[in-house]
């Protein structure tokens, strides 16, 4: 590095400038570099939120820094940059975890959106946690219908935790789990992403409720994501953008290996090339036959296979 750069994490991006925080915690505004922009990207932004950046200070304060170097990223998240188009825009970088808040009803959280989101997790080398809030207000059958998914997912080695904002239940181990972590909250819109995160850190004061959610819904705008530093410790980032990323980008023929009980299985089935679907002899469909894999899970391949898109929201 040159004597004359400094190196800072990349905490807010609007697209046309930067908030850069620096190791002691001071935060620089910064451009980027002219370079940048011209390279051919298949990105529509060149640097997201939670790049490790090389900054050239400003002349003084209160002239802005430029992003010279980007750091190599351990991960990132993306999603298409419109509908139609093959670009995509990275929405954030080196996460150490998502969360992914899940409301049985009040949004109802499908497992088919679960599991959308964990293979596409899951191939974007993001560990996620499943938060399932709200349990305040889960009927009986709501709070079974969580056990059981807790259970199911953690036989594939997933964590969860039952939290409610109301009530408090499970806030302490959300705090502990997400100190000292870049983490990313995904889930629908509406499932309190924000009430947890204000919960934790009321200070933030982020936006919550309805108004908020039908500003964004069915919006293709650009997404530009802040990373939020928590006083315990690490950075959370809450955007609307998050929720199946790039999973428009896994290869069809790759899909089944990112379900962790599949992966086993794979080289059972008969036919080296078989997708699972109507071949003969296929380890996969055996196991479900058999109660090994849910039946749940093997309905979200299908649908994956299929090419099925989610809504929005
Ligand atoms: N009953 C109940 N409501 C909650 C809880 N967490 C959030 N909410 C409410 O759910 C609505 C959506 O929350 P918000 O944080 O904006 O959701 P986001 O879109 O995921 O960020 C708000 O009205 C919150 O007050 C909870 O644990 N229990
Ligand atoms: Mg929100
Ligand atoms: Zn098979």
């Known amino acids: 590095m040159e004597e004359s750069t400094r190196s800072g994490l990349l905490i807010k991006s609007t697209g046309k400038w930067y908030l850069v925080r620096m190791e002691d915690g001071s935060i620089l505004r910064c451009g980027l570099a002219g370079k940048f922009r011209t390279q051919g990207l298949r990105s529509t932004n060149p640097v997201a939120v939670g790049d490790r950046v090389c900054i050239k200070p400003g002349r003084d304060n209160a002239t802005p820094g430029t992003i010279v170097a980007i750091g190599e990223r351990k991960n990132h998240i993306v999603r298409k940059a419109t509908r139609l188009s ?135 705008t650009t997404t530009f994501a802040e990373m939020h530093p928590l006083s315990f410790g690490g950075f959370i980032t809450d955007t609307p953008g998050i929720k199946e990323f790039g999973i428009s980008s896994i290869e069809k023929n790759e899909i089944a290996s990112y379900f962790p009980e599949f992966f086993n299985l794979l080289q059972n089935c008969r036919f080296y090339n078989c997708q699972h679907l109507h071949e003969p002899g296929c380890a996969v469909k055996q196991a479900v036959e058999q109660g090994e894999i849910a039946e749940s899970r093997y309905m979200s391949y299908l649908s994956m296979m299929s090419g099925e898109e989610f809504d929005e929201d």
């Open 86 to 220: 093959s670009s995509h825009h990275v929405i954030a970088s080196n996460i150490d975890q998502a969360l992914l808040v899940i409301t049985p009803s009040q949004p109802r959280t499908s497992t088919g959106f679960i599991d959308r989101f964990l293979i596409s997790a899951n191939a974007f080398d993001i560990p996620v946690i499943l938060i399932f809030n709200k349990s305040d207000i889960y009927t009986p059958d709501e709070t079974l219908f969580v056990q059981h998914l807790m259970r199911l997912y953690s036989q594939m080695g997933y964590s969860s935790l039952v939290t409610s904002t109301i009530n408090h239940t499970g806030l302490d181990e959300l705090k502990t789990l997400m100190t000292g972590k870049i983490s990313v909250m995904a889930g629908h819109s509406g499932a309190g992403k924000s009430a947890l995160i204000n919960a934790l850190e009321p200070s933030l004061k982020l936006q919550t409720g309805s108004i908020s959610q039908y500003h964004l819904k069915g919006k293709h």
